[in-house]
Nanobody, 126 residues
Framework: QVQLVESGGGLVQAGGSLRLSCAAS????????MGWFRQAPGKEREFVVV????????YYADSVKGRFTISRDNAKNTVYLQMNSLKPEDTGVYYC???????????????????WGQGTQVTVSS
C-alpha cells in the first residue's frame, strides 16, 4: 500500500510563491506516475499537472502553465510542485496522486490514479 503525504501549503499573497511536497512510502515510487490535483471550495477536484516515472513526460493544465513546475526526486520518494505568480483562483486543497502506470490520454481524470494523499490547503489572498 502506498501512502502519500503532502506538505508545504499555506497562506500567501497574490503574486507570491509556494512549494508543495508529496512524500511517498514504498520502494516502487520511481515506477509511479505522479500528479497534482486541486479542489476549490464548492467545486470539483481538477487536474493540475502530471509527471511520468522518469520525468520525461509532463503535462500541465492550461490554467497553471508557465507558473507551476512539477519535479520529482526518486531517490527521496518525493514529488514537488513549485507554484509561482499565485492568483486567488489558485486557492484550494491540493492533492498528490499516484498512478501505477502513466495514464496516457486520460491523465487529467481522477479515476486514472490509484493513490491519493490527504491534501494540503493553499490560500492565495488578493
Amino acid at each position: 500500500q502506498v501512502q502519500l503525504v503532502e506538505s508545504g501549503g499555506g497562506l500567501v499573497q497574490a503574486g507570491g510563491s509556494l512549494r508543495l511536497s508529496c512524500a511517498a512510502s514504498g520502494r516502487t515510487f520511481s515506477s509511479y506516475a505522479m500528479g497534482w490535483f486541486r479542489q476549490a471550495p464548492g467545486k470539483e477536484r481538477e487536474f493540475v499537472v502530471v509527471i511520468s516515472s522518469s520525468g520525461s513526460r509532463i503535462y500541465y493544465a492550461d490554467s497553471v502553465k508557465g507558473r507551476f513546475t512539477i519535479s520529482r526526486d526518486n531517490a527521496k520518494n518525493t514529488v514537488y510542485l513549485q507554484m509561482n505568480s499565485l492568483k486567488p483562483e489558485d486557492t484550494g486543497v491540493y492533492y498528490c496522486a499516484g498512478a501505477n502506470f502513466f495514464p496516457g490520454g486520460i491523465y487529467y481524470r481522477l479515476s486514472a490514479y490509484n493513490y491519493w494523499g490527504q491534501g494540503t490547503q493553499v490560500t492565495v489572498s488578493s
